[in-house]
């Protein structure tokens, strides 16, 4: 369920959406200046790119909330999340109208004006005054209720659509195992949603060009000269509230605020040039989820932040309002200026789903409070939307921070992952069993390929706990070489992955157990394997690689320290092919000891060598799948022939491995690949296994995170009973002949 945050490629900083926005900002800005008509008539696009936004986030809203709401199955923890919430946004969003109000007594923008407000042209602003005429309390409240269930999602008011997707989420986890199809439904959906969104991303830096287009070319230099003071004193403002406030409470957090900005940079971007929050909620959603936060945390947070949580728009209102009682000679008392904030905090909670909000909210507070002219608003109309980058900006942050606070505080949050991305490093020291453990580096006579990407020294925490008994069923260790030197016919030389950095990854990962695969850079001596299964205490099993002339002598040293079969490799760039002779030389020589093949192959040989892996007499274990072409479908003809080879051969089981050397999507996902091994997972349950391939060799373009391939382990593994097959039952079946009770 991952939105891809950045273009991979090798158009490096070019193929980054962020910069692809930033450019189409840059062009927007030089269009509107240069030909404001020309740029006002772009407004269409920056419309149609927002409006392709919130056609999606009603649905993204109700999935991921009811998803996770249904997979907590507690609902008193929904319910503190939710006091929590409410009560973290209510103490900021006070503290936001009490800074922008010292603020602005202080600057005192529109002090000297001497503007008369019967005077004033409301002529354009009669239908913001209409609209704020209706919003009061009653109406506010009872607006949260949807006529019907779909008219929340079709009229995409983001609080009936919250309403609806926490009662959905609960009914469905109070139905239990009954409702396990429709969480399977809500899943794919998922998928499809943040695929789709993904899709219209495409289109951000055209959207971000009208937009800003239109902004500059509509209210352009003459509203900037005008009423400059009152956008420096708002921009400042909007800039220390940041800093200061969102950047204590941050720091308390352990999060870093310059780290998490940079982390947000492409939303950031998107929303300074469309000035909406609402076309990052998406990517918002998941992103935090990335961060390590819960996803019953950001799928209540985030959606109803964007209503009660606007510390931007709280910064905007008190600094608009009191400016205006400057500009009109209006005197505020101290007592005027807390009615204001009392009334503020009623009427900002109605910013969300109205066109203008803010602008409506403003109208709808001074009519309420009698005190400064609603005409006076008109004065401000044309600088509204120059306003709304800095409040815009702050209410994004201060969702982000809302989210990683509430999630702490309920305990419900991934420590590693989120110090990884954004942490303080006093945080880190505080904590250094954030990181993996990792061994020293060892100095070799060895050189990695140049280019070989190292695999990653500190993966995230899984989110997801493997069961007791748990095994990675494909794994490496590669030397380290200056004691177990590489083989002189390697096709690659990788770097040093040895044995402690692999038993601490699977320490880390929460598995017990490894198997662990001869890697083709050692060739057939298997001493490095070897020696880490005689340091694994018996919690690893090896598979060797041999020629045809080994020896029985050989064959009993490797079963006594722990190998269970052999590989047979047949991917040409890999190794040099051989006759099938070989192999069935070999064969003959490990069938006493009941040892099983392992083969590795790509997809378009598998109609060539049909005849002699149908052929082989022991059990057959096929590495990642057989190396399937993820962009041609499941129920395709080249998929379906493996699935044959396993529907009519009983002996033959494979691996579910290898997500990141089969993915055309990329991470940490990797959802083009799901597919296919659920689909093998659910056919062949007892004849399934799964692995990291830690450490990664031969990756060309990432290094996957080894945290987030475990996170996959419930999308291609959906219900208990078969996680347990996959990571237990079978490979216990399968290299331990006396399983753990």
């Known amino acids: 369920m991952a939105v891809q945050t950045t273009r991979r490629g090798r158009l490096g900083i070019f ?62 923890s929904v319910g503190r999340i939710a006091l929590k919430a409410l009560l973290y946004f209510e103490v900021i969003t006070i503290l936001a109208l009490v800074i922008g109000l010292v603020a602005v007594d202080l600057w005192r923008p529109g002090a000297g004006m001497n503007i008369d407000a019967s005077k004033i042209d409301t002529g354009a602003i009669k239908g913001y005054l209409a609209t704020a005429h209706d919003q009061t309390v009653t109406a506010y409240l009872m607006n949260i209720i949807p006529t ?65 287009a239109f902004t500059v070319g509509q209210f352009g230099a003459q509203s900037l000269l005008s009423l400059g003071d009152l956008i420096l004193e708002f921009f400042v403002v909007c800039a220390l509230f940041t800093a200061i406030v969102l950047g204590a409470v941050s720091w308390w957090c352990g999060v870093n605020l310059f780290r998490l900005l940079g982390y947000i940079r492409d939303e950031i971007v998107i929303v300074a040039a469309t000035t909406s929050t609402e076309t990052v909620l998406p990517r918002l959603i998941q992103k935090l989820k990335d961060l390590g936060c819960d996803e019953s945390v950001v799928g209540f947070v985030i959606p109803s932040g964007y209503s009660f949580n606007l510390d931007g728009t709280c910064l905007y209102l008190t600094t608009v309002a009191v400016f205006l009682a400057q500009a009109t000679n209006t005197h505020l008392t101290l007592w005027h200026q807390l009615g204001l904030i ?53 209410n994004l942050v201060g969702n982000c921070v809302a989210t990683i606070v509430i999630a702490r505080w309920e305990g419900k949050v991934d420590h590693a992952t989120l110090a990884r991305h954004i942490g303080t490093n006093a945080y880190r020291r505080q904590h250094p069993e954030l990181e993996a453990p990792r ?106 690689t041999v020629r045809d002339d080994v020896t029985g002598d050989a064959l009993h040293e490797l079963h006594d320290a722990g190998v269970r079969g052999v590989r047979f490799n047949f991917v040409r760039r890999l190794v040099d092919p051989k006759p099938d002779a070989y192999y069935r030389a070999i064969i003959d020589r490990i069938a006493p000891l009941g040892w099983h093949l392992v083969i590795y192959f790509e997809a378009a040989d598998l109609e060539e060598r049909w005849d002699f892996f149908t052929s082989l007499p022991t059990t057959v274990v096929v590495d990642h799948m057989g190396r399937p072409d993820v962009s041609q479908p499941v129920d395709g003809p080249q998929f379906q022939r493996f699935v044959r080879l396993l529907a009519e051969h009983p002996n033959i089981w494979t691996k579910v491995s290898c997500p990141e050397r089969l993915s055309n999507l990329g991470p940490p996902a990797y959802i083009d690949v799901v597919p296919f091994a659920r689909h093998l997972v659910e056919l062949f349950p007892d004849r399934v296994l799964w692995g990291t391939d830690w450490p990664h060799p031969n990756m060309t373009h990432h290094m996957p995170d080894d945290g987030a391939l475990v996170d996959i382990i419930p999308h291609i593994a959906p219900t208990a009973a078969l996680q347990h097959k996959l990571l237990v039952d079978n490979p216990l079946r399968l290299y331990w002949a006396d399983p753990p009770a």
Not at 175 to 196: Q, T, W
Request: one cysteine or more; a positive charge.
């Open 15 to 76: 193929g980054q959406l962020w910069f692809q926005v930033l450019v189409g900002t840059l062009i927007g800005i030089a269009v509107g200046w240069l030909a404001p008509a020309g740029g006002a008539a772009m407004k269409p696009l920056g419309d149609a790119f927002i409006k392709l936004i919130r056609m999606m986030i009603a649905p993204i809203i109700f999935v991921t909330v009811v998803h996770g709401i249904a997979g907590v199955k507690d609902m008193r």
């Open 439 to 544: 061994e020293d580096p060892i100095v070799t006579q060895f050189q990695p390929d140049p280019g070989w990407i190292p695999f990653a020294p500190s993966p995230s925490k899984p989110r997801f706990t493997p069961p007791p008994h748990a095994v990675d069923a494909h794994c490496h260790v590669f030397g380290p070489g200056s004691v177990f030197p590489y083989a002189p016919e390697r096709k690659y030389t990788p770097c040093d992955a040895g044995k402690d950095q692999l038993f601490a990854l699977r320490d880390f990962l929460g598995f017990e157990r490894n198997v662990i695969v001869q890697a083709t850079c050692h060739g057939a001596d298997n001493r490095a394997l070897v020696d880490a299964l005689r340091a694994s205490g018996g919690r690893a099993r090896g598979i060797a």
């Open 148 to 212: 019907t269930i779909l008219s929340a999602l079709t009229e995409s008011q983001v609080l009936q659509v919250l309403f609806v997707s926490v009662l959905f989420g609960v009914g469905l986890a109070a139905v239990g195992e009954h409702g396990a199809p429709v969480m399977r439904v809500i899943e794919a959906s998922s998928r499809v949603l943040f695929r789709i969104i993904g899709y219209i991303m495409y289109f951000a830096p055209l959207g971000a060009f009208g937009a800003i």
């Open 342 to 394: 009392a009334v503020l905090l009623l009427t900002s909670k109605g910013a969300a789903g109205i066109a203008g909000a803010a602008f409506v909210v403003l109208a709808a507070t001074l009519g309420t409070t009698g005190t400064i002219p609603v005409a006076s608003i008109a004065l401000i109309l044309g600088i509204h939307r120059i306003l709304a980058e800095g409040l815009t900006f702050v």
